[in-house]
């Protein structure tokens, strides 16, 4: 079946959707976006991916293109075109179309949406949680203000081009103190000796992750502490276990670090456990 996109208030054969050239989202990276998973047909999380959405609107100065309950129903009708059940929405808001120049236009324009929808395939999560990913570390080259989900992200597909030529699968990135910061797409975490899970406090240099987030609340019910501090590629090597989570992964063991075998070098209980229960109790009825 031939995709759908939504443009500018248009649905339109995916081959033709088009924006404007002086977009400032496509000159100037001036745009905010989301991505929402789709699982069984229903939408994981989406009360949070709209509240983090109108964080980088406001963040940004951008208005919403049209109201919030007006959108939800443009995004189902999207995801209903595409008769898609297992899949990613993908959710682009820009500033709008104005004569190129740094300054935002003022009165600012009409912002712009694009909304695209793709299928995913619910086996290959299956795959990734009994092999695991593998990572390398690179510096953490991106803006200071990485908490704004903004489509500028060259700096992440530098690091996960690095992965791939490595042969890895994806990037943990480090700031100028050795720390890990998060993966290109990812938020990063660990599970230490004592079984703890770690990931790093929320600060302008991460991504606040909707799949992140709902992990707490996940780790509490199944009695585990989770405590937010910076920690090392070193330390993660030597850890129990690491994964990733993100709505595109949802949680992803790691393996491998820099070719080093994460614990026995296989996907790790906690991992497998936070993922059917974030499954189980935060898919909708």
């Known amino acids: ?60 100065g951008i208005g919403w293109p049209v109201r919030e309950a007006a959108l939800r129903q443009i995004v189902r009708e999207t995801v209903r075109r595409n008769r898609v059940t297992h899949g990613l929405v993908y959710l682009q808001v820009s500033r709008g179309v104005a004569p190129r120049d740094h300054a935002p236009p003022v009165p600012p324009p009409v912002p712009s949406l694009v909304i695209t929808v793709r299928r995913s395939d619910p086996a290959r999560a299956v795959r990734v ?30 690091a996960i081009a690095a992965a791939k030529a490595a042969g890895a699968d994806d990037a943990w990135l480090m700031d100028s103190n050795g720390f890990v910061t998060e993966a290109t797409r990812s938020n990063c975490w660990i599970v230490d000796k004592e079984g703890t899970l770690v990931t790093r406090g929320l600060d302008t240099h991460i991504l606040h992750g909707v799949t992140r987030a709902m992990l707490f609340d996940i780790a509490a019910d ?42 026995p070098g296989t996907p790790g209980e906690v991992a497998k456990s936070l993922r059917e229960h974030y499954l189980k109790v935060r898919t909708p009825s």
């Open 1 to 60: 079946m031939p995709r759908i996109a939504y443009v500018n208030g248009r649905f339109v054969p995916f081959a033709e959707a088009e924006v404007h050239i002086e977009d400032r989202g496509y000159q100037f990276a001036d745009a905010v976006y989301e991505v929402l998973s789709v699982t069984a047909g229903r939408f994981l999380d989406e009360d949070a991916h709209w509240a983090r959405l109108g964080r980088s609107l406001g963040e940004l």
């Open 129 to 158: 949680l009994t092999k695991g990913l593998s990572v390398i570390g690179q510096p953490d080259l991106r803006w200071q203000r990485c908490d704004i989900k903004t489509v500028g992200l060259l700096p992440n597909v530098m």
């Open 222 to 263: 199944l009695g585990r502490r989770v405590v937010e501090r910076a920690f090392t590629l070193e330390e993660a090597k030597g850890a129990r276990e690491a994964f990733m989570s993100a709505s595109s992964l949802q949680v992803s063991p790691v393996v491998r670090i820099d070719g080093t075998p994460v614990g």
